[in-house]
């Protein structure tokens, strides 16, 4: 059956960094785009990153290039996100996700896997 599940998430300060994982099953991670979206209370889910399945190319949302780095390890099934800089709104459920196609397409209906999500709390 199809996994995502991702961890890493808490509290942290403004300013600061933390490092979500996000452990696939092999059904659900060998050659897929995985990407990483957000959602903060009363808004839309919203694209952050994503990564091509042989971990080569990257792609960024404009309001975290230059913080945030995607990258994945094949080997272990797994796809991070490394979260510098934080700001109070980067607030929000980071969710991992799963594709078969480009890394470009950034609509949550182009993902077929969801993990669960984990909290990111970003406070002054």
């Known amino acids: 059956q199809a996994q995502l599940v991702e961890s890493g998430g808490g509290s942290v300060q403004a300013g600061g960094s933390l490092r979500l994982s996000c452990l696939g099953s092999?059904?659900?991670?060998?050659?897929?785009?995985m990407g990483w979206f957000r959602q903060a209370p009363g808004k839309e889910r919203e694209f952050v990153a994503s990564i091509l399945w042989s971990g080569s190319t990257t792609y960024y949302a404009d309001s975290v290039k230059g913080r945030f780095t995607i990258s994945r390890d094949n080997a272990k099934n797994t796809v991070y996100l490394q979260m510098n800089s934080l700001k109070l709104e980067d607030t929000a459920v980071y969710y991992c996700?799963?594709?078969?196609?480009?890394?470009?397409?950034?609509?949550?209906?182009?993902?077929?896997?969801w993990g669960q999500g984990t909290q990111v709390t970003v406070s002054s």
């Open positions: 092999r059904g659900t991670f060998g050659g897929y785009t």
């Open positions: 996700a799963a594709r078969a196609g480009s890394l470009y397409y950034t609509k949550t209906d182009g993902y077929d896997y």
